[in-house]
């Protein structure tokens, strides 16, 4: 079984950038569909971006298109948001999720990391 540990969030202007990780423990993750999801208190939890397992595969949220690349290296096994031209909106929690297939919606992972804040100050 997989487990996710996010890292790299974090404070930042508006305008800025950072780069998330999840680090995947287990042997299982380049079997697995990757994707990032954010919540905000008091909204439901939102698709962010997804990576097929083989890497190439990429879906994003109209939001962040353009601005945020997911990407993935299996050796590492280690899953990446490079998150650029950050707004305020952009503050949430950010939670890395693994799945069989992935895709947009929650339903479609069934394994969770814990989450790490984004705080993007205007």
């Known amino acids: 079984q997989v487990q996710l540990v996010e890292s790299g969030g974090g404070l930042v202007q508006a305008g800025g950038s950072l780069r998330l990780s999840c680090a995947a423990s287990?042997?299982?993750?380049?079997?697995?569909?990757m994707g990032w999801f954010r919540q905000v208190p008091g909204k439901e939890r939102e698709f962010v971006a997804a990576v097929r397992w083989n890497g190439i595969t990429k879906f994003y949220a109209d939001s962040v298109k353009g601005r945020f690349t997911i990407s993935r290296s299996n050796v590492n096994n280690t899953v990446y948001l490079q998150m650029n031209s950050l707004k305020p909106e952009d503050t949430a929690v950010y939670y890395c999720?693994?799945?069989?297939?992935?895709?947009?919606?929650?339903?479609?992972?069934?394994?969770w990391g814990q989450g790490t804040q984004v705080t993007v100050s205007s």
């Open positions: 287990g042997r299982a993750f380049s079997t697995y569909a």
């Open positions: 999720a693994a799945g069989v297939v992935g895709g947009l919606s929650q339903a479609e992972y069934n394994l």
